[in-house]
């Protein structure tokens, strides 16, 4: 059973940087990822990565937020740079992985709150 651990979530001033990190346990991944909901949205994708280290973003983080893993730490890493007020959120780390059929597993979520 895979287990994920969020840290590094928190406050910052508006185009400041953040590093979240989600360290899994108990089995291996081939994608791990991040999604964030703000209140009274809906859950969204921010940021993926595969066991081949290809990346795929959310158009509204592309090019300020850098995802990384560490596959010897079954570790992802999300860099979060020039960070804005509408990237305040709860972000969930995300894992996928394959065992006759694809299992999803969720972090419990770390707050992010960027103050303007």
């Known amino acids: 059973q895979l287990q994920l651990a969020e840290s590094g979530g928190g406050w910052v001033q508006a185009g400041g940087s953040l590093r979240l990190s989600c360290a899994a346990s108990g089995s291996t991944f081939t994608y791990g990822g991040w999604y964030r909901q703000a209140p009274g949205k809906q859950r969204e994708m921010v940021a993926d990565?595969?066991?081949?280290?290809?990346?795929n973003y959310a158009d509204s983080v592309k090019g300020r937020f850098t995802i990384s893993r560490d596959k010897a730490k079954n570790t992802v890493f999300l860099q979060m740079n020039s960070l804005k007020p509408e990237d305040t959120a709860v972000y969930f780390c995300?894992?996928?992985?394959?065992?006759?059929?694809?299992?999803?597993?969720w972090g419990q979520g770390t707050q992010v709150t960027v103050s303007s």
């Open positions: 995300h894992a996928r992985a394959w065992s006759g059929a694809w299992i999803y597993y």
């Open positions: 990565i595969n066991s081949g280290g290809s990346t």
